[in-house]
């Protein structure tokens, strides 16, 4: 029980950090996060979420923080899911 917490670390690392730049955006919700804090990053837009200029009230805007954030460092996907993948961490733990 005493290594139970550097066990869980080991995994977590191997599970969540492993292959975030191998892929592209693999899935309809994380392309369509990227295109709506593009939209937000564009527009200057700080209150509503769009989505091809239409609002996309799905989710609130702050929820988009870690991918507009993720777009100032570039457009790779990698830093927003290596943010996620902290975050996973942290909870975790």
Do not use: C, H, N
Request: proline letters at 6%.
């Amino acid at each position: 029980m005493r290594f139970a917490p550097l066990a869980l670390a080991v995994i977590l690392g191997l599970v969540l950090f492993t292959g975030l730049s191998d892929t592209g955006l693999l899935d309809v919700r994380e392309a369509r996060d990227a295109a709506v804090a593009r939209e937000l990053i564009e527009r200057r837009e700080v209150l509503t979420p769009l989505y091809a200029g239409d609002p996309l009230w799905e989710k609130p805007t702050p929820a988009y923080a870690l991918e507009v954030l993720a777009r100032f460092a570039g457009s790779s996907p990698r830093r927003s899911r290596l943010q996620r993948a902290l975050l996973a961490t942290l909870l975790v733990l």
